[in-house]
């Protein structure tokens, strides 16, 4: 008997797109973030909240909470 195909269980490539967005923007925020100065840590965090909003809007299909 021969084992089963592995299926993809990921099947939302949207919200994968936007996760990956999110995740290797923080990773360089982690790794840069002693050397940034101050604007480039306020645009950071900005960005990251927007990664996040985009991510709830993404798997709910309805907007971030206030």
């Known amino acids: 008997m021969s084992p089963?195909?592995?299926?993809?269980r990921r099947t939302n490539r949207p919200l994968r797109e936007v996760?990956?967005?999110l995740l290797t923007h923080a990773r360089d925020v982690a790794r840069r973030a002693k050397a940034m100065?101050?604007?480039e840590l306020d645009y950071a965090q900005q960005?990251?909240?927007?990664?996040?909003?985009e991510v709830?809007?993404?798997?709910?299909?309805?907007?971030?909470?206030?």
């Open 4 to 8: 089963k195909p592995r299926v993809e």
């Open 37 to 39: 100065t101050s604007a």
């Open 56 to 66: 709830w809007r993404t798997a709910t299909g309805d907007e971030p909470p206030p």
């Open 47 to 53: 960005r990251l909240e927007w990664l996040a909003d």
């Open 19 to 21: 996760l990956d967005d």
